[in-house]
């Protein structure tokens, strides 16, 4: 008799200590707002998330959709995030190095001293991206929408910029150091102040664009490049004018 009371008391404490937890947890995710089950490969849709210093690396985020997310000091290194959506995010001093982002939305994001050398974002939509202060080394934006970007003082050594669109961006006082802008539309693009040691412009077209105050532009390459009446150039060089753009 004893036994079959202690049993079933013991049963009972069971179930009550179960219930308390369940409550518990349907508690605690009550207190948190746009809860987020993360995982590697994860894909999903969440509008002005906090992302503040997730450690993201190396997972496969490809085709989320995260518009004004804030993604402030993340890490994203060697992330997979193909044809990802990060237009209006805030991203000041994340660090984006080796990952891979063609295709990617970044319109009008802040990447203010973001770390993104080495990354790819080759034809990615990124008009209006703050990128001042940024490390863009060895960066791939081949084709990418850069229009009226923002990459003041930023340092891209040897990124490459290939067929891009620059048009209105501002890289004054950059260091571009052995960049490449071949075939890249920069109409009223602002290099006034930058380095633009050993970068190559061939084919570049460059009608409104200001290049006064450029350091290195005697090494540059404008073979095939053209501007306009309004290319504001440093003394001893010309360029052709455009014939339509």
Same mark, same amino acid.
């Given at each position: 008799?004893?036994?079959?009371?202690?049993?079933?008391?013991?049963? =009972?404490?069971?179930?009550?200590?179960?219930?308390?937890?369940?409550?518990?947890?349907?508690?605690?995710?009550?207190?948190?707002?746009? =809860?987020?089950?993360?995982?590697?490969?994860?894909?999903?849709?969440?509008?002005?998330?906090?992302?503040?210093?997730?450690?993201?690396?190396?997972?496969?985020?490809?085709?989320?959709?995260?518009?004004?997310?804030?993604?402030?000091?993340?890490?994203? !290194?060697?992330?997979?995030?193909?044809?990802?959506?990060?237009?209006?995010?805030?991203?000041?001093?994340?660090?984006?190095? +080796?990952?891979?982002?063609?295709?990617?939305?970044?319109?009008? &994001?802040?990447? $203010?001293?973001? =770390?993104?050398?080495?990354?790819?974002?080759?034809?990615?939509?990124?008009?209006?991206? $703050?990128?001042?202060?940024?490390?863009?080394?060895?960066?791939?934006?081949?084709? &990418?929408?850069?229009?009226?970007? !923002?990459?003041?003082?930023?340092?891209?050594?040897? &990124?490459?910029?290939?067929?891009?669109?620059?048009?209105?961006?501002?890289?004054?006082?950059?260091?571009?150091?052995?960049?490449?802008?071949?075939?890249?539309?920069?109409?009223?693009?602002?290099?006034?102040? /930058?380095? +633009?040691?050993?970068?190559?412009?061939?084919? /570049?077209?460059?009608?409104?664009?200001?290049?006064?105050?450029?350091?290195?532009?005697?090494?540059?390459?404008?073979?095939? &490049?053209?501007?306009?009446?309004?290319? =504001?150039?440093?003394?001893?060089?010309?360029?052709?004018?455009?014939?339509?753009?």
């Amino acid at each position: 008799m004893n036994r079959i009371m202690i049993t079933r008391f013991g049963m =009972r404490s069971l179930a009550i200590l179960g219930t308390a937890l369940a409550a518990t947890h349907l508690s605690y995710a009550q207190e948190i707002p746009n =809860r987020i089950s993360w995982s590697p490969s994860y894909s999903g849709s969440c509008t002005d998330c906090s992302l503040v210093g997730q450690n993201m690396s190396g997972w496969d985020i490809s085709d989320v959709n995260y518009p004004g997310a804030d993604l402030t000091a993340a890490n994203l !290194q060697r992330v997979q995030g193909h044809d990802a959506n990060f237009s209006g995010a805030q991203a000041a001093g994340a660090d984006l190095r +080796l990952g891979d982002f063609t295709g990617a939305s970044f319109e009008d &994001a802040t990447l $203010v001293r973001a =770390r993104v050398g080495h990354a790819t974002f080759n034809s990615a939509k990124m008009s209006g991206v $703050v990128l001042t202060g940024a490390t863009m080394e060895d960066g791939k934006f081949i084709g &990418a929408i850069l229009t009226d970007a !923002q990459m003041q003082s930023g340092i891209a050594h040897n &990124a490459d910029f290939s067929a891009a669109t620059l048009s209105g961006a501002r890289l004054m006082a950059a260091d571009l150091t052995g960049s490449v802008f071949d075939n890249a539309v920069l109409i009223d693009t602002n290099f006034a102040d /930058a380095n +633009l040691t050993n970068v190559s412009f061939r084919d /570049a077209r460059l009608p409104g664009a200001n290049l006064e105050g450029a350091i290195g532009v005697e090494t540059a390459d404008f073979e095939g &490049a053209c501007g306009s009446v309004g290319t =504001r150039l440093p003394d001893g060089l010309t360029l052709p004018e455009c014939v339509a753009f």
